[in-house]
């Protein structure tokens, strides 16, 4: 919940955003609910996009001795605006 209300706060629209992702942030800005508002992106199947796997890699050097707290920290941080099994991965 913090990770999504951070994502929203610091969110720039004039930074090439895709149309969903500004929609989802600016919603939860608004005060909706993250996990309602991603997985209903894209005909309910949330979006498959690669704005996760952008923000992903400080992750990796983070938990660098810890690949498994690396994966499960990259599937936590993709999940408020990924909800697709494919955008998740």
Known sequence: DALARSFARHHDFDRGYGPGANRLLRLV???GDWRELSTGLF???GSWGNGAAMRVAPLGA???DDPREAARQAVLSARPTHQHPEGIA
């Open 43 to 45: 005909r309910g199947q």
């Open 62 to 64: 983070w938990y660098a």
């Open 29 to 31: 800005r608004e005060g």
